[in-house]
Nanobody, 128 residues
Framework: QVQLVESGGGSVQAGGSLKLSCAVS????????MGWFRQPPGKEREGVAT????????YYAASVKGRFTISQDSAKNTVYLLMNSLKPEDTAMYYC?????????????????????WGQGTQVTVSS
């Protein structure tokens, strides 16, 4: 059973930074991609960032591009999300997820329906 455990969430003022971590119980290279998703209060879940585990190619949602950076440490089986210039609208529960199968379309990598394993989430709150 694959387990994903997020950490690093917290409360920060607008303009600040946080770095989320996702520790994976298995070998992350066995997955096609790892992704970060978020669900703001009262809203639907949305894809934030994804990384192809073998090529380390990354893809971001337009709302976070240039502010967030996804990365991985294969030796530690850990995926990170560095969040800079945080805004109040970034407030959400953030989830890490693992995707087994490749998809032909890049946009699919930000679709939660494409992912097989999920963590429990870590809360990020940004105050103005």
């Amino acid at each position: 059973q694959v387990q994903l455990v997020e950490s690093g969430g917290g409360s920060v003022q607008a303009g600040g930074s946080l770095k989320l971590s996702c520790a994976v119980s298995g070998d992350i290279i066995s997955f096609t991609a790892m992704g970060w998703f978020r669900q703001p209060p009262g809203k639907e879940r949305e894809g934030v960032a994804t990384i192809h585990t073998r090529t380390t190619s990354t893809y971001y949602a337009a709302s976070v591009k240039g502010r967030f950076t996804i990365s991985q440490d294969s030796a530690k089986n850990t995926v990170y999300l560095l969040m800079n210039s945080l805004k109040p609208e970034d407030t959400a529960m953030y989830y890490c997820a693992a995707k087994r199968r490749p998809s032909p379309y890049l946009s699919a990598y930000l679709s939660g329906n494409e992912y097989d394993y999920w963590g429990q989430g870590t809360q990020v709150t940004v105050s103005s």
